[in-house]
């Protein structure tokens, strides 16, 4: 399994971004998909996640009302749009998938990750 993460960058406080993960290797549309975060010198840390059919979805507390995730199962690729954003949502996005169908929120349920995009928010 291969994910390929994409779309970070540079942006200004209030701005937005949309991070993509396209996926191969395995039929997409029957497992979670997730986006953790890791900031320097911190832990990898759950931001949201999507059940098998993107029917379902569960997001930590600091990203709710911001962040939303979402998947094309046509495409093998799952969405996390980022809008409010705020300095403290600067680390790096990971996405990563694992063996259920349904949502995630343990980083030990994943067990393939993408490399990480870069998302930094200026204040």
């Known amino acids: 399994v291969q994910l390929q993460a994409s779309g970070g960058g540079l942006v200004e406080a209030g701005g937005s971004l949309r991070l993509s993960c396209a996926a191969s290797g395995r039929t997409f549309s029957r497992y979670v998909m997730g986006w953790f975060r890791q900031a320097p010198m911190k832990e990898r840390e759950f931001v949201a996640t999507i059940d098998w059919s993107g029917g379902s979805t569960v997001y930590a507390d600091s990203v709710v009302g911001r962040f939303t995730i979402s998947r094309d199962n046509a495409k093998d690729t799952v969405y996390l749009q980022m809008n409010s954003l705020k300095p403290e949502d600067t680390a790096i996005y990971y996405c990563?998938?694992?063996?259920?169908?349904?949502?995630?929120?343990?980083?030990?349920?994943?067990?393939?990750w993408g490399q990480g995009t870069q998302v930094t928010v200026s204040s």
């Open positions: 990563g998938t694992g063996s259920s169908s349904q949502t995630r929120l343990r980083r030990r349920d994943y067990n393939y």
